[in-house]
């Protein structure tokens, strides 16, 4: 089974400031970027009033809009990548994204009325750039989110976010890795046990 690590159970709300519903023209500055994804994510994601169908069915469709998913997925399978079939590949990229979905869609209804500001961008090499952002909690605390965006003539896509210096791509890879492993390094192994929580979660 694949466990949440604790870190993105914590991090319920945070990325209701990361989404968005449109795609940014190459030029926008990436902080800008981030600020409109932002703005975007709580228009379309957060309130009462969303069922979690629609909140999930939203999710998705924002998610595959700015979020390289398959690189996104690639990256967390790692080595194990190359020994799948090209099956296996193609319904893994399917089961990733349900994943990404069913973990994170309905965190958005938990919004608890963060505020973030963006803290700088690096240029990272290879048409790549980490937007740098705090999130303000309501008790006073605060959080770092680091973005990892490539920007190509479509405009932006996130290939990674990073809480506090936890890479999210990375705890996924670990996770994943885990399971694999205990499948006796078959990815068919994954594979099912994504198919399973996408069942549970209803996002299959």
Avoid: C
């Avoid at 506090?164 to 890795?177: P, Q």
């Amino acid at each position: 089974m694949i466990a949440r690590r604790t870190f993105l159970i914590g991090a319920t709300g945070l990325l209701a400031v990361g989404l968005a519903g449109r795609s940014a023209a190459a030029n926008i500055d990436p902080a800008e970027f981030i600020r409109n994804l932002g703005d975007e994510a709580l228009a379309q994601l957060v309130g009462s009033d969303i069922t979690k169908a629609e909140r999930a069915e939203r999710f998705r469709k924002l998610l595959v809009a700015n979020f390289d998913v398959p690189a996104i997925g690639k990256t967390v399978l790692g080595r194990y990548w190359r020994t799948a079939t090209p099956e296996e590949q193609q319904e893994y990229l399917t089961l990733f994204e349900d994943f990404l979905v069913g973990n994170y869609a309905q965190r958005f209804g938990q919004y608890a009325g963060e505020k973030f500001s963006t803290a700088g961008v690096r240029d990272v090499g290879d048409n790549m750039v980490t937007v740098m952002t705090l999130i303000a909690r309501p008790n006073g605390q605060t959080a770092r989110l680091d973005w990892l965006m490539r920007s190509d003539d479509d405009g932006y896509k996130i290939l990674d976010l990073k809480i506090e210096g936890i890479s999210m791509s990375e705890t996924h890879r670990s996770e994943f890795a885990s399971v694999i492993q205990n499948s006796g390094g078959k990815v068919a192994g994954l594979i099912d046990a994504l198919r399973k929580k996408a069942a549970q979660m209803g996002t299959g």
